[in-house]
């Protein structure tokens, strides 16, 4: 595994909101008694269909569940995925849960987002410990700096310390050779001393491992539709994540290398309209903003302005080009969209969404970060492969040009 010093540091300032005992708590217990303002609704929500994989393919499964707790468990892994940006040298993640002890345990390598040095030394108060323990005024603020990996408040992987009966962290900081563990209880009430220990130079991981406040969530043990949802969603960070990081289910490597190979797992799926004999499939890396339909690792449900954005480029231009062949057909965007699936992967910095759930990106299309331009081998490729003759039917020699086959 590769293994590299961790690379930031966190300001030594203590909001007086914070958790992790003593000092005035007002922020931890506002955001317990109101959940629905920062990681959606903790009642269980009507069934909802998603697609989850059952081994072999995605295929649609109705699901019921809580939007806050499928929330605290996201927090933690796109904060484990998200060190890919921060080191790419990180090539594994590994996610456990354990039913039986209500626990769920993510581990990620690579440098750790905080180094394990003092930030306060008349608190006594480490990095690791003001990372994931205390609650800032100021991490709503955050967003001004060029945030990629939250959205719509800056509290992240701390809701699920919030939101958990017990959570402990675990990291190795190869540079300066010390192990750091700390356990947090009660809500982030209470905190123990952390643990410093030795370690190898160059040993950098990971660990945050979690007990959900099941009662908070109106539950008494880990239903098998919450674990469901967490098995998909691992799925769906191997296929962000591809061949560089090795991702792990309960000690069993996914075998999926790409997104190419993610998208596969719906378009052949037996259950799928768009499955059977070669259903025509164009994969482009436009650039390094658009690739799946996630936003920052998070999954937009409900797609949002990123979607919006991305499809009508892609149906103005195929509706453009067909009509300029097929003149007396007078295609319009509908004809074109209602046969796309499109798979959209984006990076945006500051992104905001419709609700703490993140399932619609609010964002404006001027504030994506990046003009998307079709390459000039869209249309070949989408044209080329016989997406033109499966779609309208249509006949005839290859355009040399534009890649569009010509009625006879």
Same mark, same amino acid.
């Given at each position: ?8 540091? /966190? ?59 499928? /929330?605290?468990?996201?927090? !933690? ?24 002890? /209500? ?21 006594? !108060? ?65 905190? =123990? ?64 290398? =790409? ?35 996630? !936003? ?30 097929? &003149? ?7 004809? !074109? ?21 993140? &399932? ?49």
């Amino acid at each position: 595994m590769n293994r590299q010093p961790p690379p930031r540091r /966190r300001s030594a300032r203590i909001a007086a909101a914070h958790g992790g005992g003593g000092g005035d708590t007002t922020l931890r217990e506002r955001i317990l008694r109101r959940p629905d303002g920062y990681i959606g609704s903790p009642e269980k929500r009507s069934t909802q269909t998603f697609w989850i994989n059952d081994g072999y393919y995605m295929v649609p499964r109705e699901v019921t569940y809580r939007p806050g707790l499928h /929330r605290i468990f996201d927090e !933690v892994l796109v904060h484990a995925a998200s060190n890919k940006r921060r080191d790419p040298s990180m090539d594994t993640l590994s996610v456990e849960v354990d039913v039986v002890e /209500r626990s769920v345990s993510v581990f990620y390598n690579g440098r750790g987002v905080v180094p394990v040095e003092l930030v306060d030394e008349e608190r006594g !108060v480490y990095a690791p410990e003001m990372f994931f323990g205390h609650l800032h005024d100021d991490d709503e603020e955050d967003d001004q700096n060029k945030a990629t990996n939250d959205g719509g408040g800056g509290y992240g992987v701390k809701l699920a310390n919030l939101f958990s009966t017990e959570f402990i962290i675990e990291t190795a900081d190869g540079c300066r050779m010390k192990k750091y563990k700390q356990v947090f209880s009660e809500n982030m009430g209470k905190k =123990s001393v952390p643990h410093i220990t030795d370690c190898n130079q160059g040993e950098n991981w990971t660990i945050i491992t979690f007990k959900p406040d099941l009662a908070r969530f109106n539950m008494t043990y880990l239903e098998e539709d919450h674990v469901t949802l967490m098995w998909k969603r691992v799925v769906d960070m191997a296929g962000i994540l591809g061949d560089s990081v090795q991702v792990e289910w309960d000690g069993v490597r996914l075998r999926i290398n =790409s997104f190419n190979d993610y998208v596969r797992l719906y378009i052949d799926s037996p259950v799928s309209d768009r499955s059977g004999a070669g259903f025509p499939r164009v994969y482009e890396k436009l650039n390094d903003w658009c690739e799946v339909r996630f !936003v920052n690792g998070f999954e937009t449900l409900k797609g949002g302005t990123h979607v919006d954005y991305v499809t009508e480029l892609i149906t103005t231009h195929l509706m453009n080009l067909l009509n300029e062949h097929y &003149e007396e057909c007078n295609f319009n965007v509908d004809d !074109v969209k209602r046969y796309l699936w499109v798979f959209l992967n984006v990076i945006i910095d500051n992104p905001t969404f419709d609700s703490q759930t993140k &399932e619609t990106l609010t964002t404006p299309p001027g504030r994506l970060g990046s003009k998307l331009e079709l390459p000039k081998s869209f249309s070949k490729i989408a044209f080329g492969n016989g997406l033109i003759r499966r779609l309208f039917g249509y006949r005839g020699p290859l355009d040399a040009k534009t890649g569009v086959s010509s009625r006879d």
